[in-house]
């Protein structure tokens, strides 16, 4: 599958199935992670692996109740583990460099026939409270991860000529 597919196809998935999945595909999904780029190449991240169903009912109910993140056969928390820095732009490395990393998941996951959804719905500290998460660690996302139980649905988005402007900001 080319970049391209991946992004075109791809759909958040609010339903999945009870199988677990394979040990090489969360492998290379977390391997996406890895090979992600980030600022000055810091790597302030870390994504907690969640397979346990008691933890991930937790972390549903911490994300309001969002209950197909239970249903995950896995949950990815990912984290910045340094949150203090910030690029000359004024933008929060730990933000963009998490999210990117995040986003690397969501299309290798894809590819590998595993649907996800990027989950920024949750109470942070609530979260953090279950997965032992110090307090100086950000949570960004939470990443439910498994096989899809329902059918991808339509992309609904703006047209390019509606986010793209030529030469300036108009
Ligand atoms: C930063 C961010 C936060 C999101 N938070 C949630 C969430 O808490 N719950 C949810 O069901 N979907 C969440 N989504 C998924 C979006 O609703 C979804 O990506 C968007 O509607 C586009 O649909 P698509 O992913 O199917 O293309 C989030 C997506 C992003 C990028």
Avoid at 113 to 137: M, Q, S
């Amino acid at each position: 599958m080319d970049v391209f597919a991946a992004i075109s196809q791809r759909s958040s998935v609010r339903a999945y199935k009870a199988s677990d999945i394979e040990e090489d595909k969360l492998k290379k999904v977390l391997e996406a992670a890895r090979l992600s780029p980030s600022a000055s190449n810091r790597q302030d991240w870390k994504f907690i692996v969640v397979k346990s169903k008691e933890t991930k009912k937790k972390l549903a109910k911490a994300a309001f109740g969002q209950s197909f993140i239970g249903e995950a056969a896995v949950v990815i928390v990912a984290c910045g583990t340094e949150t203090k820095t910030f690029m000359a732009c004024g933008q929060p490395t730990h933000t963009v460099d998490v999210s990117i990393a995040c986003a690397f998941m969501i299309l290798q996951a894809y590819e590998l026939g595993l649907g996800t959804c990027w989950i920024g719905a949750f109470n942070e500290g609530e979260t953090r409270k279950i997965l032992n998460i110090p307090e100086h660690v950000r949570v960004v996302a939470v990443i439910p991860l498994g096989y899809p139980n329902q059918p991808t649905s339509k992309k609904i988005r703006k047209n390019l000529d509606q986010i793209v402007c030529l030469e300036k900001y108009e």
